[in-house]
């Protein structure tokens, strides 16, 4: 007995049938700040969202403009969001997009740090002690997962 649902969805599988109830109780749905994937796009009015994929690209520029003068491998490590969300995805996607063009750009460790500060700081801390002062680089995909892994650099005694 709603007139409308609007929700962001955690992940973006396993919508079909609340979407398919929803359509059926002509209730319609506005997905907000994440996407999900169904076959039938008709399940959902509209999204209204960020293009995750974009940031991504716009991550890899920035870090292609800002290390086109290095020498040698530019290693990486990357703080991915919640596995299987949209921002998670799109922007991991978005990012490969754009280095892959170039050899020198290498994703040397990729985790899940769940979009928190506390777990980022934890992943950080795994990826110092596997791969050290190997690491040139590192890509968050929010904020608060980077302020967590900068605690993690800063405790290690690295900038």
């Keep these: 007995?709603?007139?409308?649902?609007a929700f962001w969805p955690v992940v973006e599988s396993g919508w079909e049938?609340?979407?398919?109830?929803?359509?059926?109780?002509?209730i319609p749905v506005v997905l907000t700040d994440r996407?999900?994937?169904?076959?039938?796009?008709?399940?959902?009015?509209?999204?209204?969202?960020?293009?995750?994929?974009?940031?991504g690209r716009k991550a890899g520029r920035w870090l292609?403009?800002?290390m086109k003068d290095s020498k040698g491998d530019?290693?990486?490590?990357?703080?991915?969001?919640?596995?299987g969300s949209a921002p998670a995805i799109d922007r991991k996607k978005g990012f490969e997009e754009v280095i892959k063009a170039d050899p020198k750009f290498k994703i040397?460790?990729?985790q899940?740090?769940?979009?928190?500060?506390?777990?980022?700081?934890e992943v950080m801390?795994?990826?110092?002690?596997?791969?050290g002062k190997k690491i040139n680089v590192l890509y968050a995909h929010n904020d608060d997962m980077a302020i967590g892994a900068i605690q993690a650099i800063e405790e290690a005694g690295l900038k």
């Design 112 to 121: 899940t740090g769940d979009f928190t500060r506390a777990k980022g700081k």
């Design 35 to 55: 996407a999900v994937n169904v076959k039938d796009t008709s399940l959902y009015v509209t999204f209204m969202g960020s293009d995750f994929v974009e940031e």
């Design 1 to 5: 007995r709603v007139d409308v649902i």
């Design 74 to 83: 530019v290693n990486i490590v990357e703080l991915q969001g919640t596995v």
């Design 17 to 26: 049938p609340v979407l398919r109830e929803a359509k059926a109780a002509k």
């Design 64 to 66: 292609v403009e800002k």
């Design 108 to 110: 040397i460790r990729s």
């Design 125 to 131: 801390e795994a990826f110092l002690k596997a791969e």
